[in-house]
Structures are given as C-alpha cells and as structure tokens.
C-alpha cells in the first residue's frame, strides 16, 4: 500500500511516513523465512542517509515487489536517492520498524541498509511522546497544544545517540552524511563530535516555527546547537530558514550573515560555520504523468464519477488525519455551501480520503471522532437517496487508484492550517495531463511559495475559502488551462531528482568553501 503524500515524509516523507506507504505504527507481517542478504561485516560507506525508518517496509512473500520479506518502500526520496546509493556505496540507516527487534545490517534493492534497534518505550517516549506530541505541534504553529515531558526528552536524546553511533561506525573517512527530519535534530552536533571529518547535511521536512513560539521549548537551546553541527540544513521555505537562524541568534547567541551561522566555541572565536537554505522538495513526476496516462487509470477515474452519480462537479480532499490538515475548516466551508444553496448534492460531491495517522495518540483519536461526526451530519442532512454529499473513505490507498481520483477530481482542495510542503498538491497538478481541474491551495502551505497560480486562501477565513471553492466550481476552462499549465511547468522543471541533486551539490559546494 501506499501514502496519500508520497513524499510529505520524505522516507518519512516529510514529516511521518503513512501508513499505507510505510506500515509506521500499522500492524507488520511476518517477513518470509529466508533471511535478506548480509551487508559485508565492518564496512564502511561514502555516502550515507539517516531518517527515523528505513526505506524498505516488510511484506508477505505473495504481495509484488516483495523479496526476501521485505520491499522498497514507494516515496519520492527513496526515488530520488536509490540509484545515487547504488552508485556511490551508500548506506541506509534507519528503523526496520518493530519494537524489541534486532537486525543486522543487510542488503535489499541493491541498498545497504543498517538498522537502528527502538524498544517499545522509545516508541511511546521518542516517536509518540516527544516527536510527536511536543516537537510536531510545537513546529505547526501550536495548532494543539504541546506537551513537554522530561522523560520524553531523555528518551529522544538516547535515539538520537543511537543514531549517531550507527553512522560513525559505518561511515568512511571523508564521507557524506544527509540526515532527515525533526526527529533526528541532535544527530548532526554528535557526528561532528565523535567525526569532524564528515560532511553532514539535514534536512527538515515540516515546518520550522518562529522564536517566539520556539522559545516554548525548555531545551530549545539544545536543539539549536544539535543542528548546527550539520554543515547545511535544509528547510522547505525561505521562511522556514529565516525561523531558524533568528532562533540561532536569540537562543544561542550566534552570528547570522546572510544565509551563514557562525558557531562560537567558549573563548567567543567561531569554531564552525553551518548554512541554512530552503530548498523545498518535490515529487517523483514521472511516475506521476506516466500513471496518469495508463488506459486503466483513466478508465478507473471514470469509473469513480459513475459511482457517485456523475456529478457535475466532484471535489477531492486527500490528507492523512491530522489536525495541520484543516479538514474540519473543509467540511464546514463545504457544509455552509450545501446550507446556503450554492452547490447541491445532485451537482456536487466531496470525497474526503483521511488516511489513519497516530492512532495511539489521543488528539488524534478525538480529530477522527470530531471529523466523522461531521460528515455523519452532513450526510444525514442533505444526503439522497441517489446521492451522496461527502465520501468519506478512512483508508490509505496504493499510488494508482490516487492518481485515478486526482483525474476524477474537479477541483482539489487543500486546507493545510501549517503544512511543510503538501506533495497532494504537486501529485494532483502532475496528474492533470490535459491542464484542466482547478486547485485551491492553503496559503500555510509550503507549496503556496511555487504553485502560484493555484488559488491560495486563508483557511482560517470560511467564507472565503467558501468563495475560493466557488470560483474553482465556476472556473472558466481556459482560465484553468492557463493556471494549471503554469503549474505543471514548475513541477516539471523541479522534481524530487532536482531537490535531492541541488541540496547535495549545496553541501559539497559549502564544504570545499570551508576547507580552501
């Protein structure tokens, strides 16, 4: 299966890997008897990768791609980078994702990878406790509270050093280390301590939050100097990058000029110099076009709008549920629409895709109670007996039958409240072969900066996103036209390929600068 955000979590994409991509907090099948093949005992690698889970997912021996129980794990990063790992005797390392397990190091896909043990607890205290209920609502704006623990942050520094100690065994001297993602932020200081002769890049995948609401977090200072020990770390947006060197300078005192933060040992004398830049991610277009063009993907797209009905107009929203995603400002744009007169259920359907996220964590166990009970109303209010007024489908799907509704889809919307990225947004465009749809596009979200010519909203403001979605609905089709071939043109020319090559070409840039 896969996510309904390809690369919002980048092996994570972005921020979590879905469970439908990846299994991460889903139910794991057995893997096949047959062991994978051991990576060559004490080796070292040039090239090196580190997220919070490894790039291959386990799988039963019947499903496709499976080999040796395992398969590669769909996203754009896994794309981007694999055929770089293969030709650069890179390494992988991660979580294999199944608390209280030991794995060596083995191979799959021509891939080393090196597997990174969590017990159950630094599940519930790293992952559940402080990525995910202090750090993740710290960086999106508050949206919920966050909650901060000490025990979590002791159990987030130990994973941390188990990172760390992962990449110093396995890494050649020289060698390039790219580390991914907030729950990894101390990892870049602890390999500049333990190997000062790497060159390490991070890159974040969610959004990073002004110092005004960083400066909540007791160990803020702590994790600040844990990602300036990378030699470049990446954000999504310009602004994400300007958050975090103002927070270099309030917090730690540091010295920003231009785009370059000096480190200062204890004597006040700058010891290193690491680069902040946005570089913001993207998608693996081709399998998107390619997909968009399959006869059955086009057929199943009809398909879909016979099953509703055929509507005039069908809307889409896909999210994983989660309360940045803005489904509930969606549902109630949507409902006053149906209540004010301006669509109606014979005219218009919405299919909402929510794909579960974090189930173990209560505020996301009371969203999905909160967001069903909405449609439940709205069903039961304007509901017919032919039609349908909301889909609501609590599932992950694999990458076709998304790409199938994104071809359904008049128009897609796009809530977020604070998003990193939002590859739906991207996926949705790149699927559009023939420039027509429109999409309505959060302003919060980071795609906002290069899909221009979407139409961008306030989520927050209900009536106007209730106008944006009637002028979506409305759209001439030559002004769709011109909209989405404009957007289809900076997909195009900037794709996950693109994103991964320009960071690491940044960061061998930045190092050959420091070194001459």
Known sequence: MQATERAEKSVEQSAEQEPARTAEGGQHT???EKQPEASEPGATFDFMVVSNRMPVDRCSPDEPGCEDGWRRSPGGLVTALAPMMTKTDGAWVGWHGAPDEHLEPFSHGGIDLIPVQLSTRDIELFYEGFSNATLWPLYHDVIAPPEFHRAWWDSYRKVNKRFA???VRHAAKGA???????QLQLVPKMLREARPDLKIGFFNHIPFPPPEIFAQLPWRRAIIDGLLGADLVGFQRSSDAGNFMRSARRFLGASVKQQQVHVKGADGETTHIARAQA???????????ELARKPEIIERAKQIRRDLGNPKTILLGVDRLD???????????????LQDGKVTVEDASLIQVASPSRERVEQYR???EEVEGTVGHINGTYDTMQNT?????HHSYPIEEMVALYLAADVMLVTALRDGMNLVAKEYVTARTNNDGALVLSEFAGAADQLKQALLMNPHDIDGLKDTIMRAVNMQPAEAARRMRAMRKQILDHDVDLWSADFLSAL?????????
């Open 279 to 289: 570089f913001p991610i993207s998608i693996d277009v081709k399998q998107i076009s």
């Open 30 to 32: 057995k893997p096949a």
């Open 389 to 393: 007024a909301v889909r609501y489908l």
């Open 366 to 368: 009371l969203l999905r």
């Open 508 to 516: 061998q840039e930045k190092v050959v600068r420091d070194d001459s």
């Open 323 to 337: 309360y940045t995603k803005g489904i509930r400002h969606r549902l109630k744009a949507y409902e006053e629409l």
């Open 176 to 182: 390039t280390v790219w580390v991914q993602d907030y």
């Open 165 to 167: 100690d992962a990449v």
